[in-house]
């Protein structure tokens, strides 16, 4: 089944301890993203990556670092983290990034993060 | 920054009656689509519209794409309580290498 995955579903911690939230996709997809998801604020771009050791910042990397080794992997990294990043995150993917009517977002079901 | 507005934020109808939500820009996108997210889930593509003035039907759901492809909208018609959901909208920037969401509009529909 294609499908992008998401670990953990659900994570709490402490300012300071970092973490990884790991995204995997099984449909050699090139562009892969992370996204936050905060009330009345809709998705924002944390980084995305277009292919393999390419990323690149989205509108709210401060605080992020992502890596892309192989091609079906895109873990996000928070060094330190702190209570403002408490958010719902997705990892997405789509086959390429060079628009058109056949472009789509897959996206995993989410991590709900909180950082006390 | 391209930014994308939708309205309203939130809407609560009861089932049967029509409904019609906007995603509006000041600028101009290659295409449009939309998602909609059910709680504990991710977004799921409904769909791409990319010609300006076009008009794409699923189902009960419309879309349309202004003409000069600076905004969109969905129309629902006997909206059921299985429409429920968070309905988002993303234009793909003009470098064609970003998706940039709007807010959402919020529908319940209620039995």
């Known amino acids: 089944e294609a499908q992008v995955t998401q670990n953990p579903r659900y994570l709490i911690t402490v300012t300071g301890k970092k973490l990884t939230v790991t995204c995997s996709q099984n449909?050699?997809?090139?562009?892969m993203s992370w996204y936050r998801q905060d009330p009345g604020l809709g998705l924002r771009q944390i980084y995305y990556?277009?292919?393999?050791?390419?990323?690149d910042k989205g509108d709210v990397p401060e605080g992020y670092k992502v890596s892309r080794k192989e091609k079906r992997n895109f873990p996000l990294i928070l060094e330190s983290p702190s209570p403002n990043q408490t958010s719902l995150y997705f990892c997405?993917?789509?086959?390429?990034?060079?628009?058109?009517?056949?472009?789509?977002?897959?996206f995993g079901s989410g991590t709900q993060l909180s950082v006390l | 920054t391209q930014l994308l507005e939708q309205s309203p934020q939130f809407l609560s109808i009861q089932e049967g009656e029509n409904l019609t939500v906007y995603c509006n820009s000041s600028?101009?996108?290659?295409?449009l689509q939309w998602y909609r997210q059910e709680p504990g889930e991710g977004p799921v593509l409904l769909v791409t519209?990319?010609?300006?003035?076009e008009v794409k039907k699923l189902k009960r759901l419309t879309f349309q794409f202004g003409d000069a492809r600076k905004d969109s909208s969905l129309h629902i018609t006997a909206a059921q309580p299985g429409d429920t959901g968070l309905y988002l909208c993303?234009?793909?920037?003009?470098?064609?290498?970003?998706?940039?969401f709007g807010p959402g509009t919020r529908l319940s529909v209620l039995p």
């Open positions: 993303a234009g793909l920037d003009n470098y064609g290498q970003n998706f940039v």
């Open positions: 449909m050699n997809h090139e562009y």
């Open positions: 997405a993917s789509s086959l390429s990034y060079r628009g058109g009517a056949n472009e789509k977002l897959f």
């Open positions: 990556s277009m292919n393999v050791e390419v990323t």
């Open positions: 600028s101009v996108f290659s295409s």
């Open positions: 519209v990319v010609t300006g003035g």
